[in-house]
Each structure stands twice: as structure tokens, then as C-alpha cells.
């Protein structure tokens, strides 16, 4: 989350147009991913309406970036549930524009020209992998024990 020393992939962000970078910093500032997705599926609030005069496709736009940017915050590890892993995973294909991609295909499509975001992925599937070796291995420890 912000002010964690972990990288934080701004490369979204850097590709935006210069005319939506202010509203897409202002709700990367200050917009929860949830608020952020609630825009994105029926457009932004009234406040945001008010304070930016921008077309729907300019919105789409900058929530998608500001999504995928504010995902990168997540610092993943074994003590996040796999259900949630899932689901941020599943909210950056959805605004990557690959909707129902795997983790595997979204990290080939970041990887040239989002490679922390590709390695947020990357991370996410050893976390994944880990945590079933983990439970694997304990199931066999409680087998041999009984």
C-alpha cells in the first residue's frame, strides 16, 4: 500500500494524455479501488463529474490506468487469502481490457511494456503455488501421523 518500499508501477499512468493525468492522480491519491472500480462500471461520481469535464472514453481511460496502477499497491504474500489474489487479478484483466485472462496470459501481455505490473503477476502465482505446496505438504504430515 502507499508508503511501503515495494515498487509501485506507474508505467499506467505515464502513457496517459497529459489532458486526464491530473483527475487519474487525484483518484490514485485519493479514490479506494473499490470507489475506482464503482466508477468504472457506472461512471465516476457527481464530485468527480463536477471537478472534470471529461468524455465517457476519457473516463474509461484514466479508471483503467488508475485501476491497474492502484493494484500494483498490493503487496502479495502467503498471508493473502488465494480468494483475493484471484479477484485483483481478475479486476487487472478487466481493466487491462483481457477479461477473463488468466494470470499467466496477463503477464505475457504485460511483460514488454509493464514489467513491475508483470512482476506483481509473477508474484501472485509463486504466492499461489507456495501456499499449495504448503497445504499439500501438511495434508501428507497429518496422513503419515495417523
Known amino acids: 500500500?502507499?508508503?511501503?518500499?515495494?515498487?509501485?508501477?506507474?508505467?499506467f499512468m505515464d502513457e496517459l494524455?497529459?489532458?486526464?493525468?491530473?483527475?487519474?492522480?487525484?483518484?490514485?491519491?485519493?479514490?479506494t479501488l473499490k470507489e475506482m472500480?464503482?466508477?468504472?462500471?457506472?461512471?465516476?461520481s457527481l464530485h468527480y463529474r463536477n471537478k472534470y469535464n471529461l468524455t465517457p472514453d476519457?473516463?474509461?481511460?484514466?479508471?483503467?490506468?488508475?485501476i491497474?496502477?492502484?493494484?500494483?499497491?498490493?503487496?502479495?504474500?502467503?498471508?493473502?487469502?488465494n480468494a483475493y489474489i484471484d479477484k485483483l487479478i481478475e479486476?487487472?484483466?478487466?481493466?487491462?481490457?483481457?477479461?477473463g485472462a488468466s494470470a499467466l496470459d496477463l503477464y505475457q501481455e504485460m511483460l514488454l511494456d509493464h514489467p513491475v505490473f508483470a512482476d506483481w503477476l509473477k508474484t501472485c502465482l509463486l504466492v499461489k503455488q507456495q501456499k499449495i505446496r504448503?497445504?499439500?505438504?501438511?495434508q501428507a504430515a497429518q496422513k503419515s501421523t495417523t
Open 134 to 138: 504448503t497445504a499439500n505438504t501438511s
Open 68 to 81: 491497474l496502477t492502484k493494484i500494483s499497491y498490493f503487496q502479495i504474500n502467503t498471508y493473502f487469502p
Open 17 to 31: 494524455p497529459f489532458s486526464v493525468r491530473e483527475p487519474a492522480l487525484d483518484l490514485v491519491r485519493y479514490a
Open 1 to 11: 500500500m502507499p508508503g511501503s518500499s515495494h515498487e509501485v508501477d506507474a508505467t
Open 58 to 66: 476519457q473516463w474509461n481511460l484514466l479508471l483503467n490506468a488508475v
Open 91 to 99: 479486476i487487472a484483466a478487466f481493466a487491462a481490457g483481457k477479461k
Open 37 to 44: 472500480l464503482e466508477m468504472r462500471l457506472h461512471g465516476p
